[in-house]
Each structure stands twice: as structure tokens, then as C-alpha cells.
């Protein structure tokens, strides 16, 4: 399984963007999947994920969200009104097989390399 990140740049304070995760080797549908965010010096933190439902950390739910295209075995977050603490390099995650979800880096087997958004203020 392997899992691109695309869509990451430098933007404005108040901007939108769009990032894509596409899935190789196995259906985006066939188990859970999530963005995590990773900012320097800090952990590496769950952003969103989603299997049949969606799950989102309380700190971005009201301008994130996640979603899947099955027929592009791709999973998208889009984030609207960015702000500075956004951030980070943002890593897609996925399960090597279980559709729960869960907020914990372990859970996920398989990784992405990440993309970098950077919010300028």
C-alpha cells in the first residue's frame, strides 16, 4: 500500500487549501484512513479521519474536513480560514485493514511522506 500526499504550499492567513491523499495497492474504501499534522518541535497529532462515518480532533473540526472519492481511491482535506498554527507538515495515514477509527498514531500501519503547508500571517 502506498499513500501520496499532495497539495501542501505556502498560502495566506484566511486562505483555503485542498490536500489529497492518493492510494495505491488497496482500496481508499477498504479500511479507515486519517490526517495527522506534525509542526516543528511538536508531536505528530490527528487531525481527521474517516472510514464509514468521520472523526475529527475538537480543535479543527469547524474548518476542516475530510473526505473519500472511491472511484479515485483518494481521501481530500480541506481546510478553509488557515491560520498561522496550521502549520505543519501533514502526514496521510491509513490502516492496514479495521474500519474504526481512532485518534492514536498507532492504529495507522501505513504512512505517507507528508506535505508542507505553511501559513504566512
Known amino acids: 500500500v502506498q499513500l501520496v500526499e499532495s497539495g501542501g504550499g505556502l498560502v495566506q492567513s484566511g486562505d483555503s487549501l485542498r490536500l489529497s491523499c492518493e492510494t495505491t495497492g488497496r482500496a481508499a474504501s477498504a479500511a479507515a484512513m486519517a490526517w495527522f499534522r506534525q509542526a516543528p518541535t511538536k508531536e505528530r497529532e490527528f487531525v481527521a479521519g474517516i472510514s464509514s462515518g468521520t472523526l475529527y480532533a475538537d480543535s479543527v473540526r469547524d474548518r476542516f474536513t475530510i473526505s473519500r472519492d472511491d472511484a479515485k481511491n483518494t481521501i481530500y482535506l480541506q481546510i478553509k480560514s488557515l491560520k498561522p498554527e496550521d502549520t505543519a507538515v501533514y502526514y496521510c495515514?491509513?490502516?492496514?485493514?479495521?474500519?474504526?477509527?481512532?485518534?492514536?498514531?498507532?492504529?495507522?500501519?501505513?504512512w505517507g511522506q507528508g506535505t508542507q503547508v505553511t501559513v504566512a500571517s
Open positions: 495515514a491509513g490502516r492496514s485493514r479495521g474500519r474504526s477509527l481512532s485518534r492514536s498514531r498507532d492504529t495507522y500501519d501505513n
